[in-house]
T-cell receptor, first 116, second 110 residues
Framework: DTGVSQNPRHKITKRGQNVTFRCDPI?????LYWYRQTLGQGPEFLTY????????KSRLLSDRFSAERPKGSFSTLEIQRTEQGDSAMYLC??????????????FGEGSRLTVL | RKEVEQDPGPFNVPEGATVAFNCTYS??????FFWYRQDCRKEPKLLMS???SGNEDGRFTAQLNRASQYISLLIRDSKLSDSATYLC???????????FGSGTRLSIRP
């Protein structure tokens, strides 16, 4: 499968614990995005990378959230000291900026977080 | 004003009907626009891209009005399988973040 893959697909944790999600984008894609989605809402932008550089982070994002893309390939999203309000689906997407097809965003199936 | 705003749903229409959604955006520098479709508990997938005044693909037509800063999606001869949430997507610019609207939920009834 050469699509975007995310793991774990589901994570249940207790409030206060740290969690980390991993995203493996389509290999030739230079841009990688993280979104958060709750029921009935569209995906909310969190952050994005151009290769290994984190170019933008949502101003609404708590300092408890951090993302990395150390070698410009896979990315991790870590949430420290989780709160119940962090419960959501975390979506990763990648695209080839400037490439054919207008740079379509391809999404992974998401990592669903439940904080008890 | 939100960066991207969509018609509130849900839209509940009979099979065969024509339905249209609107989406307004605030960043006049945005050049390209997209409609994504999201099925329940699935990831969003690209439905259509809109680069100039509009785009047509079978039963689906997307139109862009730069002066009023809105895009629309028209679905003709709607089918049961069109039931989904439709997301309006606006990149701020070619080198920036990509913003999604909150989505319009469409339900087609037999």
């Amino acid at each position: 499968d050469t699509g975007v893959s995310q793991n774990p697909r589901h994570k249940i944790t207790k409030r206060g614990q740290n969690v980390t999600f991993r995203c493996d984008p389509i290999s030739e894609h230079n841009r990688l995005y993280w979104y958060r989605q709750t029921l009935g809402q569209g995906p909310e932008f969190l952050t994005y990378f151009q290769n290994e550089a984190q170019l933008e982070k949502s101003r609404l994002l708590s300092d408890r959230f951090s993302a990395e893309r150390p070698k410009g390939s896979f990315s991790t999203l870590e949430i420290q000291r989780t709160e119940q309000g962090d419960s959501a689906m975390y979506l990763c997407a990648s695209r080839l900026a400037g490439g054919p097809g207008g740079g379509e965003l391809f999404f992974g199936e998401g990592s669903r977080l439940t904080v008890l | 004003r939100k960066e991207v705003e969509q018609d509130p749903g849900p839209f509940n229409v009979p099979e065969g009907a024509t339905v249209a959604f609107n989406c307004t955006y605030s960043n006049s520098a945005s050049q390209s626009f997209f409609w994504y479709r999201q099925d329940c508990r699935k990831e969003p997938k690209l439905l259509m891209s809109v680069y100039s005044s509009g785009n047509e693909d079978g039963r689906f037509t997307a139109q862009l009005n730069r002066a009023s800063q809105y895009i629309s999606l028209l679905i003709r001869d709607s089918k049961l399988s069109d039931s989904a949430t439709y997301l309006c997507v606006v990149p701020e610019s070619s080198a920036s973040k990509i913003i999604f609207g909150s989505g319009t939920r469409l339900s087609i009834r037999p």
